[in-house]
């Protein structure tokens, strides 16, 4: 015993010594967590090799990456796992040391068809690119990447930014956020405590608004300005935007808005609680816990509410995720963004029509021409070069164009005063001749696809679509392709720092107008070797499109497209539009 006493009073000073650092780190913790974004100021960081960088909550390391530096995977929350599933983002917790940000954070949980599970649940993550000078307050211009809110991640190399902040001069960043229905989440057991934040279920918009208060405590230390910050997205990334735009929580969080190719798709809160409701019970069968769909809604109705939070969190987001149907490219059928009345409005997309949304400002707004030739391509039925092939994709892509610009600038225009800029891109898309400057077959089956704008707008030569479709981008299109993506990144550049794409030396594009015969969309062409612009006065409604089929086609064509036309469903339009 004596001797246990000795080696206690030897060892007391470092014991003592240990228990001093372990408070001075827990209040020098505790101390970080209360710093408000008002009362902290940063210095620029040091621009050497290893680009220090204090942040709110810590010391990044970047590096020199081509033309700019670089910080990957830096958190913007702390990781949305055990208890905090199904609840909105935290702040990240601060961190001793230096953190290298040489790699990407992982990217959401997601189930992508041959690849199997990929990603993770701790996926709250951004990635920074800059300009290589000392300069500061630079535009700062957010990426959401696409995928239908399901799939995607920003550590495509679609959507690294190397060339915009090269070309552009302005501080870049993509960033991750929860996908699917690790994203978008309502069930009453698991939903219905908490903050309201928690009970929305729109988690994944909740990631991306903390993302946005991430760079506004935080972007000034690496040389942007926080009050001028431009969010875009195509696709899913698009939906995103849109519900920015609406949600009372990102107000003044960003000063321009570009969306590209999206849909107003917006679901009500109880198809949430249904497709949840469903999950659970495919859950149920997949586990052998019940038979069939009868037998599971059995079950549930024995099960109390904590069992149902206690069964479905017990799953893993890969479990989870494998038991949802899935569309396209892997993307799952399963609706998010929802009318929850606190995160986003009960009234949905048509609060824009009122001019009291949360967040007007100057917006670019657009589609491409041939927007879902992408999927079609992929299909058996109809056959690829065909003439119903060319019918149903053609018309299909025109109710795409209603959804995510026709209709919504529209309403926008009714009472907003900011301008709205909208574009349609047609690089790729045969001409009146039938030709197009893709090469082999590529016009046709593919056109302006969804996703094609990307490269121009953001201006990476490689693109992941490329490994999917084959090679677009050819030494014969190169010339008029250049020059095609050296406008669409100016025109993105000046909306970036002013809010207007408009500047010297380019076409002008005008604001839409919703006046009758008024230029409304500007058209992105070019040739093999020079640019092909020009301006649609047209604006398209689902009937305007119906008439046109109805016009151009006679039976038993006419039937036989609009059966193909009953697809558009899922995507918000009703049966009987489409008759």
Known sequence: MSSIIKLAYLFSPFIRLFNLIKRRVTTYISNLHKLEP???????????????????????????DKGSWCWKGIPYADSPIGSFRWKAPR????????????????????YMPFLGPIGSEDCLYLNI????????????????????????SSADVSYYGNAIVEKSNLLYISVNYRLGAMGWFMHPAVTSNGSPEDKSGNFGTLDLIKALEWVRDNIEAFGGNPNNVTIAGESGGAFNVFSLLISPHAKRLFHHAIAESGLSLIGST???????????????????????????????????????DEYLRSKSAFKILKCIPKMDFGMAEWRTVFTDGTVLPKEGYAIFSTGDWANMVPIIIGCTKDELKLFGNFRKDPPKNTRMYDLVWGYRSLLWRVSGLD????MMNLKANVPIYAYRFDWGSPGK?????????????????????IPFFLGMGKTSIALLIGKTHTRRNRLG???????????LANFARTGNPNGEGLPLWYPWDNTAGKDKILVFDASFDDL????????????????????????????????????????GFKESELK
């Open 38 to 64: 008002a009362n902290t100021t940063f210095k620029l960081g040091s621009w050497h090799d290893n680009a220090l960088v204090q942040t709110k909550y810590g010391l990044v390391s970047g590096f020199s």
């Open 91 to 110: 702040n990240p917790t601060p961190w001793i040391g230096t953190r290298n940000t040489k790699k990407f954070g992982n990217s959401a949980a997601q």
């Open 129 to 152: 690119w800059r300009p290589k000078t000392p300069e500061t307050e630079l535009p700062v211009y957010l990426y959401i990447h696409g995928g239908g809110n399901s799939i995607g």
């Open 270 to 308: 109880n198809t949430a609680v249904a497709q949840s409701t469903d999950l659970l019970i495919n859950l149920l069968i997949k586990d052998h816990k019940a038979k069939n769909h009868e037998d599971a809604e059995r079950i549930i109705d024995k099960m109390s509410e904590k069992e149902v």
């Open 407 to 410: 209709s919504l600038v529209y």
């Open 433 to 453: 001749d039938g030709v197009s400057v893709l090469p082999k077959g590529m016009g046709r089956n593919f056109g302006a696809h969804h996703f094609a704008e």
């Open 481 to 491: 392709r250049e020059r095609l993506k050296d406008l669409c990144m100016n025109y």
């Open 532 to 571: 092909r612009i020009s301006y649609l006065s047209d604006m398209l409604t689902v009937k305007s499109i119906m008439d046109l089929i109805n016009l151009e086609l006679k039976e038993p064509e006419l039937g036989k497209v609009l059966s193909y036309l009953d697809e558009m469903i899922p995507f």
